[in-house]
């Protein structure tokens, strides 16, 4: 059972440059979450999904994208790529809602953009 | 507005004395708290979480917390601290009308002295 999983685990991208965080589970989990981790700082939602074709703004949307075709993908898409966005992506997972269930996490993606 | 605050970005204690993580928070409604523990490079883990019932809560490794409404605080411990220990804790904020948002603290970093 690998749980939550994500890749890549580092990236570099130039200012501009596209590219897609990959996240996957196994655990049937119809709740999927993106966060990112600044230093120093707490995690902030980007985007969550309650299920296969649902998604919604968290946080801090601006300058993403997601889509969930599937309840075990849950890509997070970077269009233009710029210096603000360099940070730690994490990808998380519940059962139910968030009081009712923790989430489980991949172990993150480390991207600088320059 | 609900808000999350730890009053320590870093906390040393040696090997087998007592840890303390102090986190206050400020919620308009009912909250539920939670403390999640992310050891180096890895993704985060839920230590223990807090939803209305018991008003000492254990979690895993031994670590419990204290949900005081009057103080409006949360604080982490552990009787002895474990080398293992040494990691960043979380202490999150979910009021119960926000199924999908949570409030994360900062972060405090534990170091462990042998």
């Known amino acids: 059972n690998a749980g939550v999983t994500q890749t890549p685990k580092f990236r570099i991208l130039k200012i501009g440059q596209s590219m897609t965080l990959q996240c996957t589970q196994d655990m049937n989990h119809n709740y999927m979450y993106w966060y990112r981790q600044d230093p120093g700082m707490g995690l902030k939602l980007i985007y969550y999904s309650v299920g296969a074709g649902i998604t919604d703004k968290g946080e801090v949307p601006n300058g993403y994208n997601v889509s969930r075709s599937t309840t075990e993908d849950f890509p997070l898409r970077l269009e233009l790529a710029a210096p603000s966005q360099t940070s730690v992506y994490f990808c998380?997972?519940?059962?139910?809602?968030?009081?009712?269930?923790?989430?489980?996490f991949g172990n993150g993606t480390r991207l600088t953009v320059t | 507005a609900q808000s999350v605050t730890q009053l320590d970005s870093h906390v040393s204690v040696s090997e087998g004395t007592p840890v303390l993580l102090r986190c206050n928070y400020s919620s308009s409604y009912s909250p539920s708290l939670f403390w999640y523990v992310q050891h180096p490079n890895k993704g985060l883990q839920l230590l223990l979480k807090y939803t209305s019932a018991a008003t000492l809560v254990k979690g895993i490794n031994g670590f419990e917390a204290e949900f005081k409404k009057s103080e409006t605080s949360f604080h982490l411990t552990k009787p002895s601290a474990h080398m293992s220990d040494a990691a960043e804790y979380f202490c999150v904020v979910s009021e119960r009308r926000s199924n999908y948002q949570l409030i994360w603290g900062a972060g405090t970093k534990l170091i462990i002295k042998p």
């Open positions: 998380a997972s519940s059962h139910d809602t968030l009081n009712n269930s923790p989430l489980h």
